[in-house]
């Protein structure tokens, strides 16, 4: 590897090592909430989680970490929406990798969201 920045559609060579993994533990799910929804979040809240790739499988995820600054995203419209971290533990031993989707959802009081 030459020591330049990789982007999509560079040519790469076989063998040449293009990103590391150094550990799956400590992963998180990293969201984007929508200004509307935003007021509703409360930090060390617990919601159940369902990846993509293992629909019969929940975990539960707790509500670690909100921004408090709201960033543009473009390519959604033209509304804010902030960032939160939700932590969780994979007590089923699924084989998660970087990058899977999940689904969170929180119940309230009268199963209200």
């Known amino acids: 590897w030459t ?37 509703h979040l409360i930090l060390d809240t617990e919601a159940t989680m369902i990846f993509d790739a293992f629909p019969e499988h929940q975990l539960t995820a707790k509500l670690t970490e909100i921004s408090t600054q709201p960033e543009e995203r473009k390519e959604w419209g033209n509304d804010v929406y902030f960032r939160a971290h939700f932590e969780f533990t994979n007590e089923l031993a699924l084989n998660l990798l970087p990058g899977m ?9 009268n199963n209200e969201l």
């Open 3 to 39: 020591g330049e920045k990789l982007y999509v559609g560079i040519t790469a060579q076989p063998g040449w090592k293009i990103v590391e993994i150094p550990s799956l533990n400590g992963m998180y799910i990293e969201t984007w909430v929508h200004e509307v929804d935003y007021k």
């Open 101 to 109: 989707s999940a689904q969170l959802e929180f119940t309230g009081d």
